[in-house]
């Protein structure tokens, strides 16, 4: 993997309502929808890290189970339909990963409350985006799993489950592209 420089643009949004208790214990929502192999976390995975097995409800019926990518490079992103860099930074992504067959891309969308899934769905269809998404809940189950502090927070995740790079904030398309060709 190259030397391709990442860089993180602050103007991302806080994600409110995630504060850790990092007391140790594995996550598991109050709803038993969203399950994480971890304890919540006080900051990002760093490279070399794993990132941790889950399972979450899929945008639109079904689950999204991390183990499905093992064996494959993977781009996955955190994000919240209310952050307006978030907005801008999928379709980017979208298209980048257009040209990256070899490189899944997968969402998580977290900061969700009751009645906006709908909205988020609407948000992918108008924008032609078809990479799967799995929901967070309302607890914030895996956004503390995996220390967002800001969105959009993207985590490039080499074949073998380990974090390459992290990314928070909008980036500039030169730079996810580079990123995604050091997974590739």
């Given at each position: 993997?190259?030397?391709?420089?990442?860089?993180?643009?602050?103007?991302?949004?806080?994600?409110?309502?995630?504060?850790?208790?990092?007391?140790?214990?594995?996550?598991?929502?109050?709803?038993?929808?969203?399950?994480?192999?971890?304890?919540?976390?006080?900051?990002?995975?760093?490279?070399?890290?794993?990132?941790?097995?889950?399972?979450?409800?899929?945008?639109?019926?079904?689950?999204?189970?991390?183990?499905?990518?093992?064996?494959?490079?993977?781009?996955?992103?955190?994000?919240?339909?209310?952050?307006?860099?978030?907005?801008?930074?999928?379709?980017?992504?979208?298209?980048v990963a257009k040209d990256f067959?070899?490189?899944?891309?997968?969402?998580?969308?977290?900061?969700?409350?009751?009645?906006?899934?709908?909205?988020?769905?609407?948000?992918?269809?108008?924008?032609?985006?078809?990479?799967?998404v799995a929901v967070d809940d309302?607890?914030?189950?895996?956004?503390?799993?995996?220390?967002?502090?800001?969105?959009?927070?993207?985590?490039?995740?080499?074949?073998?489950?380990?974090?390459?790079?992290?990314?928070?904030?909008?980036?500039?398309?030169?730079?996810?592209?580079?990123?995604?060709?050091?997974?590739?």
């Amino acid at each position: 993997m190259g030397g391709v420089a990442a860089v993180a643009v602050t103007c991302g949004v806080m994600l409110l309502g995630c504060a850790t208790d990092n007391g140790g214990s594995t996550g598991t929502s109050g709803s038993g929808r969203v399950r994480v192999a971890g304890p919540a976390r006080t900051s990002l995975f760093e490279p070399g890290e794993e990132v941790p097995s889950f399972s979450a409800p899929a945008l639109g019926g079904g689950r999204i189970e991390w183990e499905t990518y093992r064996g494959r490079p993977v781009v996955l992103v955190l994000w919240m339909l209310s952050c307006p860099h978030c907005r801008a930074e999928l379709p980017v992504l979208a298209s980048v990963a257009k040209d990256f067959t070899n490189v899944a891309l997968v969402a998580i969308t977290c900061g969700i409350g009751q009645g906006e899934l709908s909205s988020v769905e609407e948000y992918m269809e108008d924008g032609g985006l078809t990479f799967p998404v799995a929901v967070d809940d309302e607890s914030d189950t895996l956004a503390r799993a995996f220390g967002i502090r800001y969105v959009p927070t993207i985590y490039f995740v080499e074949s073998d489950g380990r974090v390459f790079r992290v990314v928070e904030g909008e980036s500039p398309e030169a730079t996810l592209r580079g990123l995604f060709e050091a997974l590739d």
